[in-house]
């Protein structure tokens, strides 16, 4: 795989909202996207740092469907089904 140096979050909402937000990926050998997510589904809240306008984002994990993580992260928890292809829904 390329060395990619952004990746992006897309947040899907329980009110049928999405969001589509992107990431640095340089800092990811030592905080991996995959276990900040985790670490919030145990405090109940996704916490983001958005740099434009300087502001912090708390989305409480009540309001979020699902995330997606693109591209995902080199080193993943051990708790990650990996290989995993998707099949049409029934």
Known sequence: MADVKTGFLKIRYTDGRSQRLEYERAGETMVNVAKVI???LQLGVLMLQ???PDRLLAIPFTSIQSI????PPTKLPSLVIKVVNEMEQQ
């Open 68 to 71: 997606e993580v693109v591209p």
């Open 38 to 40: 985790q670490e919030g």
């Open 50 to 52: 958005l740099p434009d």
